[in-house]
């Protein structure tokens, strides 16, 4: 893997090269050819991009072989968060998640002045999802399903999502935000393109920003049956998808064979890093996001944790007080982690 460092400039830590691990990054660079795609497309930004977006709209019905009827583009998956709950959603509704889940929930409910309804996630930091069929009232509007789950980075099988929306009623939509979804190695893992398919009032959310490497570049897309995305299309920011964005999501799509060998690669560091955590004594939940979680339980513990990793060069995410975040970085990032944790009392 390369040598990619980010995390405080060196100027701050004289000796120690820092990584950082606190935001759920791809460490690799962007292909070459994504870059030389993007840089060629950079030449054109004196003019507006397509406002829509049809090649990339194109790669991706093809890459998923579904129309392109059921595809909204946006500006990053936390976009399409905020379309969804500002479309269906008011001041009188209520948004039903986990918690811990992924904190662009709370604000778009905020900004759309419904009310979050946060179902606490399981001891081992699963989805408690006979709760949250629980938690449905006559004024939900709709549910997110965050698998996996960013933070705690456990996912549902697909037999415990079908039992789940079998008991959601159609006037609810339900948002699989799948952020993480192509890191997930388990037995029946969620097939999105299945799961929304045949069903009016679900929608699956994915990202450029993960496993595709493209964060900076913010890119995501909902797949969704055809009302619902047109619902998103029409609710998108106008140009909210830049000319550099879309040409780099065409490219990473026409070498999405190489960035998912990646992804493979990634998923092999992070068993490297489970079965380390796990070897140290810790007890960490299953991890099939491209980061591992730390139930802590208090403020403090949260803090000395990250005070630790920063100490040893590493920014970590402490999400006090139920816990800490570390993404699963460069391979030296990560041996490095999988030390400091053996060291830690
Ligand atoms: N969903 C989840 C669960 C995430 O963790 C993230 C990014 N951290 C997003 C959506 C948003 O991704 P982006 O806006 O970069 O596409």
Request: aromatic share 8%; hydrophobic share 45%; net charge negative.
């Given at each position: 893997m390369p040598a990619y460092v980010a995390g405080k400039p060196p100027a701050e830590r004289p000796g120690l090269v820092t990584y950082k691990l606190s935001s759920n990054e791809n460490p690799y660079p962007?292909?070459?050819?994504?870059?030389?795609?993007?840089?060629?497309?950079?030449r054109r930004v004196n003019r507006y991009p397509d406002a829509g977006?049809?090649?990339?709209?194109?790669?991706l019905s093809a890459s998923y072989q579904v129309p392109v009827e059921e595809v909204a583009l946006s500006t990053g998956a936390v976009a399409l968060i905020f379309q969804l709950v500002s479309a269906y959603t008011g001041p009188d509704d209520e948004v039903v998640f986990a918690w811990r889940s992924f904190e662009a929930y709370p604000i778009a409910v905020l900004a759309a002045g419904a009310t979050a309804v946060k179902v606490p996630v399981t001891a081992d930091g699963r989805h408690d999802l006979d709760a949250m069929a629980d938690a449905i009232t006559e004024r939900t509007k709709v549910v997110f399903v965050c698998t996996p789950n960013n933070p705690t980075g456990t996912s549902v099988t697909q037999t415990e999502l079908d039992a789940f929306l079998a008991k959601v009623p159609e006037h609810?939509?339900?948002?699989?935000d799948e952020a993480y979804a192509e890191f997930v190695r388990m037995d029946d893992a969620v097939d999105g393109v299945a799961t929304y398919r045949g069903r009016s009032n679900v929608v699956v959310l994915r990202t450029f920003s993960k496993a595709y490497g493209l964060a900076g570049f913010r890119v995501g897309y909902a797949l969704a049956p055809a009302p619902i995305a047109a619902t998103l299309r029409a609710m998108a920011l106008p140009f909210g998808v830049n000319v550099v964005a879309q040409a780099a999501g065409v490219a990473s799509l026409e070498r999405q064979a190489e960035l998912l060998a990646r992804v493979d690669d990634l998923t092999v560091e992070r068993a490297r890093v489970v079965e380390g955590v796990r070897a140290a004594g810790w007890d960490i939940p299953d991890a099939q996001g491209n980061f591992v979680w730390f139930a802590l339980g208090s403020e403090d513990r949260c803090a000395e944790f990250a005070a630790a990793a920063d100490e040893a060069g590493l920014m970590v995410?402490?999400?006090?007080?139920?816990?800490?975040?570390?993404?699963?970085?460069?391979?030296?990032?990560?041996?490095?982690?999988?030390?400091?944790?053996?060291?830690?009392?």
């Amino acid at each position: 893997m390369p040598a990619y460092v980010a995390g405080k400039p060196p100027a701050e830590r004289p000796g120690l090269v820092t990584y950082k691990l606190s935001s759920n990054e791809n460490p690799y660079p962007p292909l070459d050819g994504v870059v030389e795609v993007a840089a060629e497309a950079a030449r054109r930004v004196n003019r507006y991009p397509d406002a829509g977006s049809a090649e990339l709209y194109e790669a991706l019905s093809a890459s998923y072989q579904v129309p392109v009827e059921e595809v909204a583009l946006s500006t990053g998956a936390v976009a399409l968060i905020f379309q969804l709950v500002s479309a269906y959603t008011g001041p009188d509704d209520e948004v039903v998640f986990a918690w811990r889940s992924f904190e662009a929930y709370p604000i778009a409910v905020l900004a759309a002045g419904a009310t979050a309804v946060k179902v606490p996630v399981t001891a081992d930091g699963r989805h408690d999802l006979d709760a949250m069929a629980d938690a449905i009232t006559e004024r939900t509007k709709v549910v997110f399903v965050c698998t996996p789950n960013n933070p705690t980075g456990t996912s549902v099988t697909q037999t415990e999502l079908d039992a789940f929306l079998a008991k959601v009623p159609e006037h609810v939509l339900v948002v699989v935000d799948e952020a993480y979804a192509e890191f997930v190695r388990m037995d029946d893992a969620v097939d999105g393109v299945a799961t929304y398919r045949g069903r009016s009032n679900v929608v699956v959310l994915r990202t450029f920003s993960k496993a595709y490497g493209l964060a900076g570049f913010r890119v995501g897309y909902a797949l969704a049956p055809a009302p619902i995305a047109a619902t998103l299309r029409a609710m998108a920011l106008p140009f909210g998808v830049n000319v550099v964005a879309q040409a780099a999501g065409v490219a990473s799509l026409e070498r999405q064979a190489e960035l998912l060998a990646r992804v493979d690669d990634l998923t092999v560091e992070r068993a490297r890093v489970v079965e380390g955590v796990r070897a140290a004594g810790w007890d960490i939940p299953d991890a099939q996001g491209n980061f591992v979680w730390f139930a802590l339980g208090s403020e403090d513990r949260c803090a000395e944790f990250a005070a630790a990793a920063d100490e040893a060069g590493l920014m970590v995410r402490p999400y006090a007080p139920e816990g800490v975040r570390v993404s699963i970085g460069e391979v030296e990032a990560n041996t490095r982690f999988i030390e400091l944790l053996a060291s830690l009392p």
